[in-house]
């Protein structure tokens, strides 16, 4: 469907490119003209993404260097579509051959096959993780233009990994140099060395394990989100589900909600002379689908990578049924590569509703973008 | 924004209509010529969303007949945007008032302020349940295609009030009328009885309560969902978070994805001989965001209702701090009511990308459609 | 297709209903939160609109009232989708029997039964002028925003019918009232008397006659436009093509600028102390596809009507080749009804990049706005 | 806005580069699985394109050499995005350091400071006929696709330079060869050397010259199109107004239209004993926005260029007034190269509706895709 590879609707995204084929990218449409950005900014985001950097990742080792190939003169944007390139390089098609004729249980290659007719077998294609190179890349520019206008922070961590749960967070002060000082990217080092060991084990066992991804977003401006179908919550899950290997999305309370009467879940208001906070945030920064200014907080299920080399039975191309033992280099865990993502996805959700919320402004009332004037 | 209250790229509707205003409705456009469709088609699904039908649900009584202004001739759909309009009768103003000065917490009263100055304050407007009519009226047209070309069949039932559980459930068999023979829409006799206590309760307290929502859609054409943004587990993600007071969206293993290995979380994939099928579940239909022709089963996590009579702390418009009990008449548990909606917008989403297929069958391989082939 | 009964991306209205169905009607959704609207305001456009006037259009007689069903609040809009509708009254579907069998030759009859497989033949459907009740309803919030803004003015007049020119018309001064003065709404009074009798004409003979149609938009403020599929001058096409019986559009110079040198097409650049200005306006008011701040100008080509009482040879739906001569009640010359259905569509283009354009402000330079900021 | 560069809502090509950035390309979304494509498929029509090809059209001198970075395996499409890129190279930034300071009347320049704050004052930026490789290349895959499903056959020329027409033309036989003969572009010999020598002359003086320039598509489906806005024929207007220095559009008797009685200007239907034709064409293949199986021929006009080496009377960045003779290499009369662009918009047009038009197919009439079936 033509915009299926498109996200958000001024500020929006078209990424391209396969697994195996020459090069990934995205271009980055309907971005306001002025912002500064270079090669070096996009890259440092790049760099927290790439595979190949440690033991638990996959071996694939990729120098993900990026290219701008337009939309930005003298170091800033020009309010024209701006081009991502990057070229891969370590490829081994070689190592995917047997997949060509088996599909691998949990993974995408048969539906694939069903839906095309026929695949590039020669890895994931569209459904690899390469893909999300060109969201992190168009992710950095929504940042830089939310941190310039409001203040605005992302931050992803690894909240679990099989069984064990990160036990202590901190959503006012965590920061990327907290999360990326764990190999796992827990914040809390007793939880983040249990993890390590979970994935190691995995991975020795020629087996993957599942995580759970945390995401807290600061300083975001109040009012954002446009009801009905684009409501901030939707939207956020929509980004999320998007993201390879993603089975589940909550906010705030979440499917705890669920479980509780509405005294308890209810957020007090109150104004604090400035603006209108809550006392707890059940709520995860969204109400009726519009950011009510305080932190945006959701969790994210991500299941374990399909592509495993222990032997598992499966149907091949031909309607044989058999067995396969996937060779090939794979992340044990994909969440332990999922923050940066996320945090680029939640990053396009908001650039995009800011934008749309600018139409509102010329009649606007003296609480809107309090926060924004607030928090910078 | 322009098409914030619209949702689907060809099979798409749009609503409109607030909940104290003289009506709400729907245009769907871009629907098939040639599908039968009458008032009481359309009727018959949503009297099983309308407010007042027992002691579980609002007190507010009205009729909701539908009435369809375009689109339909000699009975058949004409290809051209049909409109659904229902007038509101029963609107009761003169409840509401308190709620003009004091912000309901846990409601998007203070959002819809913020974000646009000011608001229909008689009741929830956009925010309302009332707006989900038209996504039911829409979504019959959407059942009645998928039905016609692939035998798609959509059931929702409730799965838990508080804490109370559906302990028995069968996914090849629930119909609507098994979930529509409990008051709480709850199939298991036992557990629903236990909801209707929980719900009772809680009304009888001034005080509401959450609940979860389980969705399968059986009869699913392998081939549906459009990577990378628009795969099926993404749009239904968004299609849910989009109804009021939904906080969480799982798909097959969902969240207890996270807790498991590769080795058991992979769904073994066979070939019986028309098509491929696969022995497990754990995926819930859906791989790399395409239908695999296997159940989709979700669940979804609905927050207890903002509005309650207790007395809560909260702050009015002109920045006073203060508390409220509200006054007029709401749903204990919206999660009784959400099945026919969770059913319609799963109904949109599929019909949307049944059509978005249809690109690829020229070049479509054997495989393509398969189950729509079978199943029919 | 989905969405091709909308238009505009921000500022989008869908329309919906037929000729012969029991209404027609519009919803506008993206429109800011604030803009003072009444049904009177929508009415006294589309009484301009109307048919049963006068001698010179359509005997039908339609009160065309319309009625606002939502997204107006005490007065104002609320930032949710306006819906209006019309409810048709004098429909004597029974004058449009022989169109049941026998194909208007010109008429969309025989592509709406290729597309579809049948149609509502009792009219002219989706293709009848009842169809732009619904964008002139829209387009009276776009003035009126556009009007509060920027003092934006849209003028637009009958040119030509057959081979009467209109031959003395200023840009600058003309108004609705001078347009409204002449029953064929040609502000040359002598011209006008000769289109009248044109049209007279070819009534009593059973025949139509075509014309071309005028537009000015004063108060337009520079920077609008959209590189490069939705520049100003390319949605201006479409839009104008987007009426029934549009054959063609030109800007400023248009079809002369072919024949014309470069050194005598460019406009000269001036800076006249507070904004930049054109001497000469060949360029109508766009180049580069965004607008310049002087005037658009254009000009679109109108068919003769295709439904004519005079008998023409045409096939059969059952593939037998015979003649018709059409019944029932038809413009003679539709450009005569075009102008507050022209200058509609041209509101809503410009509504809708001006809030496009919104996303560059904080960056913008001096210059952004420039007339905006003059004008008002 | 977002989407800006983007065209076509089910195949959609998103286009980004400036002429004097690293590279300009496009991003192919939608295109179904399993079409034929090659980079040499794309070289053919980027090299009818190309600058530096003779002594009528600009000096710079770019190869033009096409990657497809994605999107294509084995020799066919996958139906997942393909990216083109073409970098530039022969630049010679330094030409135009004039430009910097002074608006170039005719020219977007001043129109793209005004609306972004600033701009890449090297070239044209985006406004660069440069930015027409993308169409070129993705308008390649729309050709293929469609003289694969219906034969259809897409053909533009140059009909006027100034003031000399071409006198002959066979619509119905023209092909590339012919046009591509003539280095006007202009298939009447005599015409042509005549056209040769106004460009000359306009060349010698530092001046440039308009001219009109014709489309015809042979072999088109009936059916195509989609009611109201999306009709044929809008599309086609919005996507050849969206060409650089297109000023106008008419299709079928266009602007001719506006002179004739309806008893002259409808076309007579027949049945052929296969399918519905017209004897004349006065349509121009499109009957209320949907075509009708005849021939699509439409006509536009171009202004000549803006850029010429005469000196100028305009304006300065800083607001003061003086006057400039460009530098630069710049193409005398820019319609003599619009050809393969209008016939790539209208391909684009064309695959587009061709698919839209898919939902209707399971209910379709005997009439539907009369044409396809017949010419293929």
């Known amino acids: 469907m033509g915009m299926s590879s498109t996200f958000g609707k001024i500020?929006?995204?078209?990424?391209?490119?396969?697994?195996?084929?020459?090069?990934?990218?995205?271009?980055?449409?309907?971005c306001p003209a002025g912002i500064p950005l270079s090669e070096a900014d996009v890259q440092a985001f790049l760099d927290r993404r790439r595979p190949g950097q440690g033991k638990l990742t996959t071996a694939r080792d990729e120098k993900d260097q990026v290219k701008i190939l337009s939309g930005v003169f003298e170091g800033k944007t020009t309010g024209?579509?701006?081009?991502?390139?990057?070229?891969?390089?370590?490829?081994?098609?070689?190592?995917?051959?047997?997949?060509e004729k088996w599909f691998r249980?949990?993974?995408?290659?048969?539906?694939?096959?069903?839906?095309?007719?026929?695949?590039?077998?020669?890895?994931?294609?569209?459904?690899?993780?390469?893909?999300?190179?060109?969201?992190?890349a168009a992710g950095v520019v929504a940042r830089k233009f939310l941190q310039q206008v409001a203040g605005t922070e992302f931050v992803s961590w690894v909240q679990s990994v099989g069984e064990v749960e990160c036990l202590s967070v901190d959503l006012d002060t965590l920061d990327h140099d907290m999360v990326e000082a764990s190999?796992?990217?827990?914040?809390?080092?007793?939880?983040?060395?249990?993890?390590?060991?979970?994935?190691?084990?995995?991975?020795?066992?020629?087996?993957?394990?599942?995580?759970?991804?945390?995401?807290?977003?600061?300083?975001?401006?109040?009012?954002?989100?446009?009801?009905?179908?684009?409501?901030l919550d939707a939207l956020l899950a929509q980004?999320?589900?998007?993201?390879?290997?993603?089975?589940?999305?909550?906010?705030?309370?979440?499917?705890?909600?669920a479980r509780m009467h509405g005294s308890e879940h209810n957020d007090e208001i109150f104004f604090d002379g400035k603006r209108y906070r809550t006392r707890t945030n059940n709520a995860g920064g969204s109400l009726g689908g519009i950011s009510n200014g305080e932190n945006i907080v959701c969790r994210m299920a991500f299941k374990p990578t399909a592509t495993i080399s222990q032997e598992q039975?499966?149907?091949?191309?031909?309607?044989?049924?058999?067995?396969?033992?996937?060779?090939?280099?794979?992340?044990?865990?994909?969440?332990?590569?999922?923050?940066?993502i996320?945090?680029?996805?939640?990053?396009?959700?908001?650039?995009?509703?800011?934008?749309?919320?600018?139409?509102?402004?010329?009649?606007?009332?003296p609480h809107s973008f309090q926060s924004f004037e607030d928090d910078v």
Chains 1, 2, 3, 4 share one sequence.
């Open 80 to 99: 024209t579509p701006i081009s991502f390139v990057v070229f891969n390089e370590d490829q081994r098609s070689g190592d995917y051959s047997d997949i």
């Open 105 to 136: 249980p949990g993974h995408a290659d048969l539906c694939y096959d069903i839906k095309y007719g026929f695949r590039d077998y020669r890895g994931g294609g569209r459904s690899s993780a390469r893909e999300t190179i060109g969201r992190v």
């Open 313 to 340: 039975k499966t149907a091949g191309r031909g309607g044989e049924n058999g067995s396969l033992a996937a060779k090939g280099r794979h992340d044990p865990c994909v969440a332990v590569r999922a923050p940066v």
């Open 11 to 30: 500020f929006s995204v078209t990424t391209w490119g396969e697994s195996h084929g020459p090069a990934v990218g995205a271009v980055l449409d309907g």
């Open 183 to 231: 190999l796992v990217r827990c914040p809390d080092a007793a939880a983040s060395a249990k993890m390590e060991q979970e994935i190691l084990e995995a991975k020795k066992n020629g087996d993957s394990v599942g995580g759970t991804v945390g995401l807290v977003v600061r300083n975001v401006p109040a009012g954002l989100g446009e009801p009905v179908f684009d409501r």
């Open 342 to 365: 996320v945090e680029s996805m939640a990053a396009l959700v908001l650039a995009d509703l800011f934008l749309q919320q600018k139409r509102n402004e010329m009649y606007g009332s």
């Open 239 to 257: 980004a999320m589900l998007s993201i390879p290997a993603c089975k589940g999305f909550e906010i705030g309370s979440g499917f705890k909600a």
